[in-house]
């Protein structure tokens, strides 16, 4: 680690490679599981921050890629990463096909700084995902519940099927407690299941009624997902008088 | 250490050596950005030119469209992992733009300002000498919003973050200041041959 004291602290101290052991592999979804890893050298971080993951092959070849991290920030020492597996991916079939408990990943984090909620940060806070985009969701909704704030969210989610919506049953418990935690799904290729819920692509009208669920204007809009979906998303809140500043997006490409 | 298991993709052997460690090739082109596309309609965009905080020069889109035009072919590196080959860029480059203004580089470093709010550091000497260009056209075509339009930097031999959409303004500042991303944790300069994504990279 190279530290020079004479510069001020803009930068913490440089992000370390580690070896990281996957404990469980959970099946969430039919195209997504989730990897829990446990650090040697656990770090902190801000719900919505993701991982440089780095796989090498036995001749020195590397790929690397980025995962969101879907666990809420805890002292556990382990984190979650849940990865949808890509037809065509290189990183992504060597998790679902290959990667076993006990195997060694390496990985360094926390990275991202802009795409997070801390529990200082006021409500109302919007959230809209996409597929694997409600992973870093996932982990503010976490941080939220575990730390028993009741700072007002509504999630929007999309999915193409109801068994696609990624932590669809823990999402639905949260929501049962009715804390200031609201849940809107939006299902591409089935019918909705609950009331209120969508059945179609996300447009300016269904983002409309989201923002109706809340008593004020959104403090903070944090929209995560493909890109076509972001944008979709964004310009839509922009449509709804949202003002572009407090519209936050990670796109995943 | 090896990833057991892991065999990995390797790149054509006749692209390898054009592909930086931890990248690889991509036939599109991803849209990574923080914040929604802004959409800056053409009679209200403009470009100025600062040396700290003082106005050297501003153009709008008339003014800047009639500057002597430059054409690149690069390969530009994305530190999310992506490296796309061969993209046809064309625009002013940032030689022209200096000498349009009349300016000798006054100081090292300058941060470039963009449309929403983003912004990047890039020393002088990455962006001058036929390095670096503000982009109007993308594959002969006039560049697309969702990819910086109407007008970004490109700076192709560094990581893309450095290559500001919505660019609106460039300024020379008296020492490196760290712009949107090198505040949060990435690097300050970002070769992508010597993998500088992050700080201590």
Redesign the interface.
Known sequence: MTTNTSTPDLHPGRLQWQSAVITAIVPRTARIKSFFLRLPQPFDFLAGQHVDVRLSAEDGYQAQRSYSIASAPDASGEIELAIERLEDGEVSPFFHDIAVVGDEIELRGPIGGYFVWSIGDAGPIVLIGGGSGLVPLVSMIRHRANQRVNTPFVLLASARTWDDVLYRDELLQYAARQDGFQLVLTTTREGARRPGDFERRIDRQMIASMLACLSQTPRQCLVCGSNPFVEAASQALIAAAVNADVIRTERYG | ??????????PPRDTAGRIP??Q?ATD?F?????????YIPLDQWSFTLKVGPRTVATWNWEQFNALPRTQFTRDIH?V???TKLDTIWEGVSIDDLLKAAGLEPPTKFTLAHSY??YSTNVPIDDLTGGKAMVALRYDGKPLEP?HGGPARLLVPHLYFWKSAKWVNGLQFTQRDE?G?W????YHMRGDPWKEE?????
Do not use: H, I, N, Q
């Open positions: 250490m090896a990833t057991r298991g892991f065999g990995g993709r390797r460690p931890g690889s599109g991803p849209v990574l950005a923080a914040t929604p596309t802004p994305c999310t992992k992506w929403g709010g969702d760290a949107f090198e505040l949060r944790g994504r992050f700080a201590g990279d």
